[in-house]
């Protein structure tokens, strides 16, 4: 039997040249990482209606001491089954002065916040931290202050001021400060409270520029820095003489805040920093506000009113004016955010 393994030209026939190769499909972009983005999303939202279940049983001081330990002791061993030890993640006594600021300040001011003030408000109030990133990344950095940078500002105060409703007195007032501040507003334990948690945003904008601003040196300091939180909410319970021991059945809210909110999320978004796409991560990062005030409504049983969503979108928008630029065609502005 003749087996044939190309065809033979005739005399006079022309050869045909082979077909050209079809161009390689480009491939597709990672799916993994976007998940982990999403799912530290997802984490981060629930972190204020966690602290507000656990409002109603336990102190804030314990609520910090227990959730910051447990999460500080999952971060130092998944760091060091990652071959990073814990000796080789202390950042130094600089690092831990740059933790006490942000971790240990920005968590206190959230908790007193949701302890004095209505939980969806201070949670508005307390996402105020991009503004904050811009506008005291721009200061830091010693450029000028745009006009855009400038509106947004306003648009983010303007939002936060809605979101507060000042004019009304239903739900607003403190079971300790029965009588408003102006009478038939907020009383002034709920101000202190919209106070606390201006400043909480205030403290994680300018803590993150102090990150990023420190450059690699805090890296894998997470651990660390909870390991710290915790150890100064222990000695703020001795000083106030409130009880070290805590309810079995209490524990459970403690250790989800410690391992989910404080503890999954940051691996998963270093993950997500790593190989995502900048400008989608900052869009995605947009999520974690409604989400959020959306799990918080549900876990104080009362949804967010019409006008704690406008104000929210207010101060969205005025993050979002402020983060972009004009720039070309080429070159897309990039939202980049870091999410608490």
Not at 271 to 296: D, E, H, I, K, W
Not at 304 to 325: E, H, K, Y
Request: with cysteine; aromatic share 10%.
């Amino acid at each position: 039997m003749l087996h044939v393994d190309k065809p033979i030209a005739r005399s006079g026939s022309v050869p045909v040249a082979p077909a050209p190769a079809a161009p390689a499909s480009p491939a597709p972009a990672p799916v993994l990482p976007y998940l982990a983005a999403l799912g530290a999303i997802l984490c981060w939202a629930s972190l204020a209606a966690a602290l507000y279940r656990s409002l109603g049983a336990l102190h804030p001081q314990q609520i910090l001491a227990y959730g910051m330990g447990i999460a500080g002791i999952a971060l130092l061993a998944w760091d060091w089954g990652r071959g990073r030890p814990p000796w080789r993640t202390w950042p130094g006594a600089r690092g831990m002065l740059l933790g006490l600021y942000g971790i240990f300040g920005y968590h206190a001011l959230l908790v007193g916040a949701f302890a004095l003030a209505p939980a969806v408000q201070a949670n508005i109030l307390n996402y105020t931290w991009p503004l904050w990133i811009i506008v005291l990344g721009t200061w830091s950095a010693g450029q000028r202050l745009t006009g855009r940078i400038a509106w947004g500002g306003v648009l983010g105060l303007i939002g936060a001021a809605i979101a507060v409703e000042p004019w009304q007195a239903a739900g607003a007032h403190s079971p300790a400060t029965p009588a408003g501040l102006w009478g038939t507003g907020p009383s002034a334990t709920v101000w202190l409270g919209f106070g606390l948690a201006l400043a909480a945003g205030c403290c994680w904008g300018s803590f993150t520029v102090l990150l990023r601003r420190s450059g690699d040196a805090n890296r894998s300091a997470m651990g660390w820095w909870c390991l710290q939180a915790a150890a100064v909410s222990a000695l703020w319970m001795w000083a106030a003489d409130i009880p070290f021991a805590i309810a079995p059945d209490r524990l459970r809210v403690l250790v989800y805040i410690g391992l989910v909110p404080l503890g999954a999320a940051f691996p998963l978004w270093e993950l997500a920093t790593r190989q995502c796409a900048l400008n989608v991560l900052g869009l995605l990062s947009y999520l974690t506000p409604p989400l959020s005030t959306l799990l918080l409504g549900w876990a104080a049983g009362r949804a967010a009113t019409g006008w704690a969503w406008t104000g929210l979108a207010v101060v969205l928008a005025g993050a979002a004016l402020g983060s972009t630029r004009r720039l070309s065609p080429a070159k897309p502005a990039a939202l980049k955010f870091e999410d608490p």
